[in-house]
């Protein structure tokens, strides 16, 4: 067993146990790019910096005999393989030079994780797609401890990498609700079309949809003392989610617009990746997914079924939380894995899916709607690190149930398990 020290008062109780070797934890200094990048530098939480350890290992005589690891820690899901480059060259020689210092009993190197979990596989090296595979990682940290003049023995605790991709949520769709709340009749659609009739290019289209958004604030701005032009403004917001994808897609589809200008104007490529749809799912995402709302983790998500079939809408996921920030909008499209030479739309609301080479954020979920009587499902892939052991109970919904599925080592089948939480509404139908 090795006690792992990172403040002077952790050294002075290690003392009390003197049969008990001793790791010590160094903060790093590189600096790191990433959501977890506050776990280096000399103001990070955990560790000593390397003159603290000195000048305790002056004062406390014993404590450098009895020092046999080295830890370190880049902080989760480092996504450039050139800063843990950087960061293994650190650790590397913080050993060697801690060694040359006195601390000969250093053998152990644990330089924590980093190895970043590909949510999104396709190498972008941002947080959600790190710019390396798990061997590459090994490659520049044993590369390293094999050029050392005295090897040490390497310990790794990449947690997340490991648990990441052993659990997954499943939720199922309750209501489907119209995004801007007004569902346009066709007498409305007649009177706001006449705004969009002549539109002949990419240009145009901006400047209709920049004077549409103007108005909108106009609107708003008067809307909570006037009905009229609430209504109106209403009836405005729902025409510009929605018509304006359904013109823009129109004119795309007769080789009246080209495809890749459409990518440079930011008011077309807001409403083409904007949602139509709220999804309203049986759960909380405070209970299950709480990384997703505290600190906007991105989860691919996927429907259960009915994955030969182009996506309907762009919908929003609400959970049933009496929170707004219940909440999941985003969908990472990522282009240069489309096999087509063209954009793909959904099949309803004409909004954008994909296109060829270009990396796109949508501010929705491509999905189906559900049909007549129809069970329909959403997933949440690789919420295994550590969604479960962090769930909360917001609003006082309950852990879903959960189907553990185990390897059963005496017949060599699988072990399938229900679990149900206990419900804290103590609500009852009788």
Not at 46 to 75: C, D, N
Not at 141 to 157: G, I, N
Not at 170 to 196: C, F, M, N, W
Not at 225 to 235: F, G, Q, S
């Amino acid at each position: 067993m090795i006690l792992d020290v990172g403040s002077e008062n952790n050294v002075k109780k290690a003392f009390n146990y003197p049969k008990l070797e001793i790791g010590v934890r160094v903060k790093p200094v590189v600096k790191i790019h990433g959501k977890w990048s506050g776990s280096v530098g000399v103001s990070s939480k955990f560790g000593l910096t390397v003159g603290a350890l000195y000048r305790i290992a002056r004062e406390y005589k014993w404590l450098a005999s009895r020092i046999t690891q080295l830890h370190m820690h880049p902080g989760s899901q480092v996504p450039r393989l050139r800063d843990l480059a950087k960061y293994f060259d650190e650790v590397m020689s913080t050993y060697e030079e801690l060694r040359e210092m006195g601390f000969e009993n250093l053998e152990i190197l644990n330089p924590g994780g980093g190895l970043a979990y590909p949510y999104l596989d396709v190498r972008e090296g941002t947080e959600e797609s790190p710019d390396y595979t798990v061997v590459e990682y090994f490659k520049e940290l044993l590369s390293r401890v094999a050029r050392a003049s005295h090897k040490p023995k390497v310990v790794y605790e990449g947690g997340r990498f490991i648990v990441a991709s052993h659990r997954i949520v499943v939720a199922k769709v309750i209501d489907v609700r119209a995004y801007a709340g007004v569902q346009l009749s066709q007498d409305q659609l007649e009177h706001l079309r006449p705004i969009t009739v002549g539109l002949k290019s990419t240009r145009e289209i901006g400047e209709v949809i920049s004077r549409l958004k103007f108005l909108l604030i106009k609107l708003r701005q008067r809307a909570h003392v006037d009905n009229r032009e609430r209504i109106l403004y209403e009836d405005l917001e729902a025409f510009t989610r929605e018509e304006m994808a359904l013109q823009i897609h129109e004119l795309a589809l007769n080789g009246k617009l080209d495809a890749d200008e459409i990518m440079k104007e930011r008011g077309a490529l807001w409403v083409l990746t904007t949602p139509t749809k709220r999804f309203i799912l049986e759960m909380s995402l405070f209970t299950d997914m709480p990384d997703a709302v505290l600190l906007g983790q991105y989860f691919q998500v996927v429907p259960s079924h009915r994955l030969s079939e182009k996506p309907d809408v762009l919908a929003s996921l609400s959970d049933i939380t009496c929170d707004s920030m219940g909440e999941l909008a985003k969908f990472k499209s990522p282009g240069k894995l489309l096999k087509t030479a063209s954009p793909l739309f959904t099949a309803l609301d004409k909004k954008l899916i994909a296109h060829p080479g270009v990396e796109l954020t949508l501010r929705g979920i491509p999905l189906h709607i559900p049909r007549p009587d129809e069970n329909y499902y959403v997933v949440f892939l690789d919420t295994g690190a550590y969604q479960d052991t962090l769930a909360t109970r917001h609003n006082l919904i309950p852990k879903a149930p959960e189907i553990i599925v185990d390897f059963n080592r005496e017949n060599g089948g699988l072990r399938v398990e229900l679990v149900r939480h206990e419900d804290y509404t103590q609500y009852s139908k009788s």
